[in-house]
């Protein structure tokens, strides 16, 4: 069933290529992934979603990457352990491997590198892997399958990231409008649409958000033309790189899915499509989109959402008498 | 696919009836819901994920009761809005629909009722239902849905308890290896699993524990024989009724998936199936079973665990720009 229901997903972008494809647009369309370990994406996916990997035991993955919500949870920043107010944006997970790297700063190379971070934040999971490494190893079930899944005796906590990045790589979200446009399917999109992604083209967003994820693949300075008054205190890639000229530099953001990725911005400070496009063409672009202008391309942003990721949600193995019990009120 | 799932789950009760059915028996097998109505099950599915139903946006139903865990969030008492600590532990949804009344102490008079307490509890929820109606009523394929189901042209606080409701009803566990055996499989369960169960009825757990769900049919004294000293402050019936009687009396639980839904008690208090079989065994009938005794009814109780619902996770529809943003972190 899960295995049918993974490649009925994938299929569909094949069945989409109608006639004859676009070419020479500067987005394509999404792939579905390949050289997937569908034992590592099962196990992966249970622990997306345990929350005994946090100190609460309250709080998983899908806490603040919500795949009923685009994969984010839909608040300007996200709430951490102890209901501590997280310093930036929840990126989606959605499509989040076609990244160049992970976080707004891009401070993890890979998905990777990126699981095994909020569980050991104090402002997010605020757990410590090691912890997290002895509630998995004292439930049996989890025991037996990471053995099937690696075969190895003990666990460690490069395979439970690998296993977690595994179960995210599958989530990714072809068969949009767009794509099908792409694909050949010429009524997939409405005049407006068509002339909304002229428009895009043409002023100049697709310098930025283009390729498969329409973004993703570079880090740009969030306010070229004129400065962004950002609601946090973050500055961006430069806490990476240690270079001045880094300093409001952020990974420019995926639009797939991006009418059910609101509020928008790495502070989350625009809580409509109609604003982000407003404030991305007066500071990036020096331009100011009439309102017909800013509808139109908001159209097209909305025909960039795909088949989300259709899964049986999973049943966690119980806790044995053995596992550390989480700590939600406790210092 | 939901149908069929859905429908594949319960014909294993039939097929699990292969011999001479357990006759006198003072538990039953789960019976599959009926007169469910599957449009209002998957609208309620949506409502029961849907954090916006909350102030913060980030606490659905499936926050407290997750059914990846059995229903339940697994630690003593709950974190509620700004982390606040909940008064009592969160009993299972899972065949919740079997209880004779809602919440601990019954103050629900069935699932409907009790689903627009913790929305608008500024201890859980912190929401409150008109607020709840504007964010449902701003958002165009809820409207839309809720037109499908109820043929109304506007959503009230009914039709979402009710929807909610309908999909709880769902959730039975039915095809445990003890139900197995009561429809006549001999050897569903193991000869020590046999002894459990005979202890179990011959101690007197039985008295309270029976019925389809064993448990969820009555309301009684926590510490019949000696005192129960809680770690909680509640005083449970009697907040309802006024009598003085009923203080500390609370509704027998169900232990149906009972080594799924620890910790124990209303307060959350026993960390073990040991330590809470030992606890009842002296408090409620007097009664100190041996370690080798205890272990037979551990083993016992671990055969109700039955199929847990399995059914595709909900992609919630996205608000619209008209829709109130949930406020995590104002006052």
Same mark, same amino acid.
């Not at 996916?45 to 309250?58: A, N, Q, V």
């Not at 899944?149 to 790589?169: H, N, P, S, W």
């Not at 017909?292 to 159209?299: R, Y």
């Given at each position: 069933?899960?295995?049918?229901? =993974?490649?009925?997903?994938?299929?569909?972008? /094949?069945? $989409?290529?109608?006639?004859? &494809? !676009? @070419?020479?647009? %500067? *987005?394509?369309?999404?792939?579905?992934?390949?050289?997937?370990?569908?034992?590592?994406?099962?196990?992966?996916?249970?622990?997306?979603?345990?929350?005994?990997?946090?100190?609460?035991?309250?709080?998983?993955?899908?806490?603040?990457?919500?795949?009923?919500?685009?994969?984010?949870?839909?608040?300007?920043?996200?709430?951490?352990?102890?209901?501590?107010?997280?310093?930036?944006?929840?990126?989606?997970?959605?499509?989040?491997? =076609?990244?160049?790297?992970?976080?707004?700063? /891009?401070? $993890?190379?890979?998905?990777? &590198? !990126? @699981?095994?971070? %909020? *569980?050991?934040?104090?402002?997010?999971?605020?757990?410590?892997?090691?912890?997290?490494?002895?509630?998995?190893?004292?439930?049996?079930?989890?025991?037996?399958?990471?053995?099937?899944?690696?075969?190895?005796?003990?666990?460690?906590?490069?395979?439970?990231?690998?296993?977690?990045?595994?179960?995210?790589?599958?989530?990714?979200?072809?068969?949009?409008?767009?794509?099908?446009?792409?694909?050949?399917?010429?009524?997939?999109?409405?005049?407006?649409?068509?002339?909304?992604?002229?428009?895009?083209?043409?002023?100049?967003?697709? @310098?930025?958000?283009?390729?498969?994820?329409?973004?993703?693949?570079?880090?740009?300075?969030?306010?070229?033309?004129?400065?962004?008054?950002?609601?946090?205190?973050?500055?961006?890639?430069?806490?990476?790189?240690?270079?001045?000229?880094?300093?409001?530099?952020?990974?420019?953001?995926?639009?797939?899915?991006?009418?059910?990725?609101?509020?928008?911005?790495?502070?989350?400070?625009?809580?409509?499509?109609?604003?982000?496009?407003?404030?991305?063409?007066?500071?990036?672009?020096?331009?100011?989109?009439?309102?017909?202008?800013?509808?139109?391309?908001? @159209?097209?942003?909305?025909?960039?959402?795909?088949?989300?990721?259709?899964?049986?949600?999973?049943?966690?193995?119980?806790?044995?008498?053995?596992?550390?019990?989480?700590?939600?009120?406790?210092?």
């Amino acid at each position: 069933m899960k295995i049918r229901t =993974l490649v009925a997903s994938l299929m569909v972008v /094949g069945v $989409a290529g109608i006639s004859v &494809a !676009q @070419a020479n647009e %500067p *987005i394509s369309p999404i792939k579905p992934p390949s050289q997937i370990n569908l034992g590592m994406v099962e196990l992966g996916k249970k622990l997306y979603f345990d929350p005994r990997l946090s100190k609460s035991g309250i709080m998983s993955c899908n806490s603040c990457h919500n795949l009923s919500m685009g994969g984010t949870d839909n608040i300007p920043t996200s709430v951490g352990d102890k209901w501590q107010q997280g310093p930036i944006n929840a990126p989606t997970v959605l499509n989040s491997s =076609l990244n160049v790297a992970q976080f707004w700063d /891009g401070r $993890a190379a890979d998905l990777k &590198a !990126q @699981a095994g971070g %909020p *569980i050991a934040n104090p402002g997010e999971m605020a757990f410590t892997h090691t912890l997290a490494l002895n509630v998995l190893e004292s439930i049996p079930q989890y025991v037996r399958e990471f053995k099937v899944v690696f075969g190895k005796d003990k666990i460690d906590i490069d395979q439970v990231t690998l296993a977690i990045a595994e179960f995210e790589k599958t989530l990714v979200t072809p068969n949009s409008r767009f794509d099908q446009w792409l694909l050949g399917k010429a009524d997939a999109l409405t005049a407006d649409e068509k002339t909304g992604y002229k428009l895009f083209k043409e002023s100049g967003c697709v @310098a930025c958000h283009n390729g498969e994820a329409v973004g993703g693949a570079s880090f740009q300075k969030m306010g070229v033309v004129s400065a962004y008054k950002a609601n946090d205190k973050v500055e961006g890639r430069s806490a990476v790189t240690g270079k001045d000229a880094d300093r409001f530099n952020y990974k420019v953001p995926t639009l797939r899915n991006v009418e059910m990725t609101y509020p928008y911005f790495h502070d989350g400070a625009a809580n409509t499509l109609t604003e982000a496009v407003d404030i991305m063409g007066r500071i990036q672009l020096g331009k100011k989109f009439t309102a017909d202008e800013n509808a139109k391309v908001v @159209a097209f942003l909305k025909t960039l959402t795909g088949d989300q990721p259709q899964f049986l949600m999973p049943i966690l193995p119980p806790s044995s008498d053995k596992t550390p019990r989480p700590t939600p009120f406790s210092k």
